[in-house]
């Protein structure tokens, strides 16, 4: 069996308000939370607690994804600060000094 190879390039990621995305479900998850949390006992006796547990673990997932796509989005934003920088710098962008 041959190896398939791709024939073209992958497409550059798509790039959105990742942070309003991820905060945006993750208020989602808790808002699920505490609108089922009134319904504990129902829950309970139907034994569909993993209903309510599986809002609180999203939520608290959602706040780790918080904390990781605004570090993310921070580092790009240095990253092409620095590029930004480097490019201004190099030889090629000053004007000749010779003319």
């Known amino acids: 069996m041959a190896k398939w190879t791709a024939t073209h390039e992958a497409p550059e990621p798509l790039e959105g308000p990742v942070v309003a995305t991820i905060t945006g479900g993750t208020i989602l998850w808790f808002a699920l939370f505490v609108v089922q949390l009134p319904f504990y006992?129902?829950?309970?006796?139907?034994?569909?607690?993993?209903?309510?547990?599986?809002?609180a673990a999203g939520g608290g997932l959602?706040?780790?994804?918080?904390?990781?796509?605004r570090g993310r989005d921070a580092a790009l934003k240095l990253h092409a600060a620095e590029q930004a920088e480097r490019d201004a710098a190099s030889p090629a962008?000053?004007?000749d000094a010779d003319r």
């Open 62 to 69: 959602g706040l780790i994804g918080i904390w990781y796509v």
């Open 93 to 95: 962008a000053a004007p």
């Open 41 to 55: 006992g129902w829950f309970a006796d139907r034994d569909l607690l993993w209903w309510l547990w599986t809002c």
